[in-house]
């Protein structure tokens, strides 16, 4: 599970410009997309897992759910003083079993390195025919496996995954994904707009890299050997 | 270009087949990859890859009667390679690196093994191996059947004991001296039987048989008329221990399914020996002679001569000839699958653009090709269908697409006819890049071809070819339509042309028309004017798009003849001749790529080089190579010089187009037609280090007038306080132009020029 | 655009319609149907934009393929 605070981008970014998980591609209106896929009765239970500063949680509220945000981060949870949340690990979120509708996990389900136990957590969570929906980086395209050590070296990109990776881990966790949608075009929309901020994507790189040499094996890597794209997926509790 | 399309390519391309070797060996050791581990002196991986397919390496090796030698691709070369000897080389000196197989978990199906030669050995090996429980029945009072009539300086019994006791120690309940009756059989409890009890031996489970009096046994599955009942081995063929070994391996794949209840025929192919489709192009390999081993087996020295004699069969023919798929590293059959994946939305993997618009389409690959597959031909199918689906990059090949524009464009084009009659019998199309590269020769060759065609009209325009090459199928239709209307409104005149690339797009798209090439007109009439001289024999290099135009080839080194000009053929010429890069507009999405074509195309003769195209001949003279164009020696002083001299940049191209129109109109109407646009009047001063970054950046000089222009009559610009600059930018079509710059007396100094195709929307909310 | 390099090309230049000094602005420009504001120098009066060379060769440029990239 990420935390903001600790993330490059984070300190990088103002507040009105947040980092990837603050200010995600797409934003809101990708949320409310990937959410109408499941057509959720009014008034759902819906958790939203690493809720940052409770943007999505706003609109949730808004829209008339019960939403409730957990997040590992005190700081950011300060930012939700209206709204229901508690500081919680996604892979011990104390609610009880079966309690929700929907489970949300806004760019950063790849990111939390225990991904297949808050998999777990979240089908415990949800009742039979429950949704868990979710917004993330992935790799789009993968010319060199041993690529993949590079990424490790980033704070936000160390837990990238492939279309077919991500599927079968949810998949395996017992759900079954109705919904995959690709939204590179979003995502790099957002790249874009860090360009025109920091200069280059050689610069957003260096920021998400840990060290110098790190930034410069990152942006080879990116450069030609693993492409990164955006998604939403919706998937339900089945069985 | 769909799956199913995509597929067909794929498996056209052989490169992945298994070399005969490997194919004839029914168990299909990988003797490629033991030859090459054994001729870097590595032993030890060339055992390893002979103990994975042989479980007993050292019996197999004595005893083999070498199948995989029957194809061998050295056999006609200096002899087949030595297979047996060389595996029994690796064995003497690894055998000791034999590890116990992992073993699956054990399962509760029990397997019947009767008889204990090679056959029902390996049966029974394979399916230990599976976790099922085995019991082996032998006549005799010891295993190995067949083998102990070798002579034991072939193969003695203690390496037969050996490598069969590895086997049996692997959990196999082994019952000696007992021979099974129909009797003793029904007895028995157990899920599925393999008979492997050589010729002639008892029927236990009255199976039936055939006339006569073999066993009826499918000889894909290894089944007999009972359905849990399998044979193989020397009841089924004349004794081979390889093939025994073969058949065990088999018929227990087929107990394996039919113990798990599923299809025991589904994708069981090349299975056993067969024929490959890989081909190895041999005819440059020189014969080497067989090195024969010593009675006790090779030295390591003699090993590694011989492995190094095999040649490591594979097709390449196209990669060894075309620097773009070199380029690549890999072979069309994996290029072909990330292509698709390039296209393929559902997995999401879009690979490299840039690798489908590097191709010249050439075609060189297909006339190589065992298989005639072309690679060129798929490429520009991918760039249609990236065109028509909007996944081309709108910047790709935008820039010649707007060549081709400015010259059909109304200002730059040419229709006219040599008396002001409506029609003409024959049609003069130099092509556009003539008239770009030299416009001089434009009215000449006019005047030579008039002097032997009646009604000779001319047309100055883009053949359409960089549409083509850029998969834009509905532009260049449309620029076909466009000519074609003309052509009819002209009475059908004859085309005379000058360029082989417009002949291929005219005889693709409107084969009704009948075309011919000035040089054969030239031969015809003998026009080649008498006793040009060269310094030195001219090697010809054929442009691409003349590949199985011999009329035109034959009629080029016809004119050299009739020249004196002394000339010869390069290795690759005529229907092998190279692409100089300018072709499938490579030279745009892969400018290195096409220095590397180039550098290697300009080193394969010392000589200085003659074409027929003046694009070529613009790329070779600018790689540093001296090479004449054919209307060079029949028109042009001072050949040296001329071979030597760069083509024109591309503001100079256009110019020249024009210049070409203004002098055919003098030619035929008399009339002067100077063609000046507003813009032109502002004169650049360029130093010869702006010229370059204009060129680099790709900004015509034309583009620079435009704004310039632009400033000067509208004032919208920006002034440098300090150095009393002017920055002004105009956008024509798609892309912005900047242009920094000065009036000196009556011109304009140009202190920098560069573009962008992000628009300006004004203001952000 | 770096402020340091914006304020060096305000102290450089001018309108040349109207004379007037440039101000930082955000200007929105757009490619394929993508937007995205950019603080660069406008005039004061006139609202033209100037994108210096860097901007054209560096930034845009990099987006530009970004975005042609499938
Ligand atoms: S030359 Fe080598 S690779 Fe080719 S068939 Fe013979 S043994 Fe096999
Ligand atoms: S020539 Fe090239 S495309 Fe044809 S089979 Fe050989 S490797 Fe494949
Ligand atoms: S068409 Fe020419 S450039 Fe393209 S792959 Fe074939 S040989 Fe190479």
Known sequence: MPDCARCSLFQLESENEGCLHLNRPGGLELTNTALASCKLPASASVLDAACGAGATLQSLRDQGYGAIGIDLSMEMLRKCALLTTTQAHCNQVPLPSLSQDAVLMECALSLSNEMVSALTEF??????????????????ELHDPQAMDCLTGSSCLSGAKTEVEIRSKIEGAGFSIRNWQDQTLVFKQWLARMVFKLGSLDAFYRQLSACETGSQALANTLGNKIKLGYYWLSAQKTG | MDQTRLRELEDQCIQECAPPCAAHCPVHVDVRALTSAIATGDFQTAFKTLYKTVPFPEIIARTCNQPCQAACYRKSVGGDIQVAALELACIQRYDHLITKPMLLPQKDARVLIIGGGLSGLTAAFELVKKGYQVALYERENRLGGRLWSYNEDQLHGEVIHREIERIIDLGIEVHFNTELTPASVSSLQFDACYLGTGAGASNPFNLLTNPNHSLQVNTDTFQTSQANVFAGGSLLRPPSTIFSVSDGRRAAISIDRFLQNVSLTASRVNEGAYNTRLITNISKVDSVEIVPPAPTGYSVADAIAEANRCL?????????????????????????????????????????????????????????????????????????????????????????????????????????????????????????QLSASNPEYIPKLYQSLASVLPKLGVMLRCCGAPADWSGEQELFAQTMLEFKTQWLALGKPKLVLACTSC??????????????????????????PASRQYSRSLAIHDPCTSRYVDKWQDAVRTGLDAMGITHHELEMSRDLTECCGYGGVAWLAHPELVQD????????????????CVMCRDLLAGQGKPTLHLLDLIFGENLDQLARRKGPDY?????????????????????????????????????????????????????????????????????????????????????????????????????????HRMELEGRAS | MSDSSLDSLKSQWTCGKCGAPLEVASVNVSYLGSGYPVDMLVCKNCKRPLVPAELALGKMLEVEKLMEDK
Request: aromatic fraction near 10%.
């Open chain 2, 597 to 612: 074509i180039l550098k290697r195309r300009a080193s394969e003769d010392e000589a200085d080089y003659l074409t027929y």
């Open chain 2, 503 to 528: 002949l291929r797009m005219f005889s693709t798209a409107l084969p009704e028309i009948e075309t011919l090439s000035a040089w054969q007109v030239f031969e015809a009439h003998t026009l080649f």
């Open chain 2, 651 to 755: 503001s100079q191209r256009h110019e020249n187009r024009l210049r070409a129109k203004e002098k055919m109109i003098k030619l035929i109407t008399g009339k002067e037609h100077p063609m000046t646009e507003s813009y032109e009047r502002y004169t650049l001063l360029l130093t010869p280090e702006m010229r370059v970054t204009l060129e680099e950046r790709l900004i015509l000089v034309e583009d620079v007038q435009k704004v310039i222009e632009f400033a000067e009559t509208s004032g919208e610009s920006f002034k440098n306080q300090q150095t009393g600059h002017t920055l002004a930018f105009f956008k024509p079509n798609l892309i912005t132009y900047w242009v920094e710059f000065s009036r000196e007396g009556d011109a304009w100094r140009v202190h920098n020029a560069y573009s």
């Open chain 2, 312 to 432: 490591q069969c594979d097709c390449m023919e196209c990669v060894k000839v075309c620097e773009y798929l070199k380029h690549y590293g890999s072979y069309p059959r994996k290029y072909v699958r990330e292509i698709y994946n390039n296209l393929s939305i559902i997995m999401r993997t879009r690979t490299s653009n840039k690798m489908i618009n590097s191709c010249t389409l050439c075609g060189l690959c297909e006339e190589v090709c065992p298989t005639d597959l072309n690679m060129g031909v798929v490429n520009n199918e991918v760039r249609q269908t990236m065109v028509k689906t909007g996944k081309m990059p709108p910047s790709a090949h935008d820039f010649a697409l707007r060549d081709m524009a400015f010259s059909n464009d109304a200002r730059v084009a040419l229709n006219l006819t040599a008396d002001g009659s409506e029609t003409c019998d024959y049609l003069f199309f130099p092509g556009c």
């Open chain 1, 123 to 140: 089908y415990r969570l949800l009742r039979p025919g429950g949704w868990l929906v979710v917004t993330d980086i992935y790799i789009r």
